[in-house]
């Protein structure tokens, strides 16, 4: 089985109008989609508007401002470690969904809607897509909670400042907690049904 990686090349077909659609596997489906999302990678600008897309095997960012498919990006949802509501303005200055890459140059990636309020439906989304793909080690096997607890005391500085970075986004400047404001990936999160998708 390929590795989880990302991809700045997606496969793209024509709708009935002759715009550009995200081409589907036969056994893929829509999880959520919603247009007018910025794409913003760590360090770098925000990417113009794009639509978003949650499938039952992937992530997808189309552009809604070029017509070339390597404008595009998709992520294997196994790639994706951790997401997460972030409104934490140290983070990123706007609300979004947090992204965190298993990737050595590149780690983060922010999607920023028009309006937070579908911050909620993005990530439960996303949280439905990783119970259906869980994440396997080279043996094959799911990697499970007691190898990420026991890898807390070999994580090196950089690990260590990204998971201060993250516990940040739990706290308010009043320094309370905001209900919602982040939920662990592994929780249940009801499915998002096609009739619930945004437009």
């Known amino acids: 089985q390929p590795k989880p990686s990302m991809r700045n090349f997606v496969q793209l077909t024509k709708d009935s109008n002759g715009e550009n659609i995200l081409e589907l596997e036969s056994d893929e489906e829509f999880l959520y989609s919603l247009k007018n999302v910025k794409l913003s990678f760590e360090n770098s600008p925000a990417e113009?508007?794009?639509?978003f897309h949650v499938t039952t095997f992937r992530v997808c960012w189309l552009s809604e401002t070029s017509d070339t498919s390597k404008s595009n990006f998709e992520w294997d949802v196994p790639y994706i470690c951790l997401h997460a509501i972030s409104r934490d303005i140290n983070t990123y200055p706007l609300p979004c969904l947090y992204c965190q890459l298993d990737e050595e140059d590149l780690k983060e990636v922010f999607f920023i809607p028009e309006e937070d309020s579908h911050l909620a439906k993005m990530f439960e989304a996303l949280s439905k897509a990783a119970e259906m793909n869980p994440d396997t080690n080279d043996f094959g096997e799911i990697e499970g909670e007691s190898e990420?607890?026991?890898s807390e005391y070999?994580?090196?500085?950089e690990q260590s400042a990204m998971l201060q970075k993250f516990d940040n986004m739990l706290v308010e400047p009043s320094?309370?907690?905001?209900d919602g404001q982040f939920d662990d990936a592994s929780d249940n999160s009801s499915p998002i049904s096609?009739?619930?998708?945004d437009h």
């Open 154 to 157: 070999l994580m090196n500085s």
């Open 48 to 51: 113009a508007h794009g639509t």
């Open 148 to 150: 990420l607890i026991d």
């Open 194 to 197: 096609l009739d619930e998708k």
């Open 175 to 178: 320094g309370k907690i905001e």
